[in-house]
Nanobody
Framework: VQLQASGGGLVQPGGSLRLSCAASGFTLDYYAIGWFRQAPGKEREWVSFISSREGNTYYADFVKGRFTISRDNAQNTVYLQMSNMKPEDTAVYYC?????????????????????WGQGTQVTVSS
């Protein structure tokens, strides 16, 4: 069971990147997926989420209107399209999967609620 995050790189402010989270060894259809990021010296923070069945999406306020999460079950992949990027978006981005039931309605914001993690991909926004 493995998650592979990719697509990071260097981008100028205002630019765009698309991150991918590919699963191997299991079918992503049945899992909810979250994207998190961690900047140097900071805690890992939640960025975005997509549910397993209905495909409901949620975003942290600081990326709302700029980032879009989507899933392609045929490709067993979840994407994070990032646009109008800012220097403060610089971080290592991680995807995580959860196939469990959760009691709290906002569980998806909690990194401890996820079962599997990808290795992270570096995103740097700089001119």
């Amino acid at each position: 069971v493995q998650l592979q995050a990719s697509g990071g790189g260097l981008v100028q402010p205002g630019g765009s990147l698309r991150l991918s989270c590919a699963a191997s060894g299991f079918t992503l259809d049945y899992y909810a997926i979250g994207w998190f990021r961690q900047a140097p010296g900071k805690e890992r923070e939640w960025v975005s989420f997509i549910s397993s069945r209905e495909g409901n999406t949620y975003y942290a306020d600081f990326v709302k209107g700029r980032f879009t999460i989507s899933r392609d079950n045929a490709q067993n992949t979840v994407y994070l399209q990032m646009s109008n990027m800012k220097p403060e978006d610089t971080a290592v981005y991680y995807c995580a999967a959860s196939g469990s039931n959760h009691a709290k309605s906002t569980w998806y914001k909690d990194k401890y609620e996820y079962d599997y993690w990808g290795q992270g991909t570096q995103v740097t926004v700089s001119s």
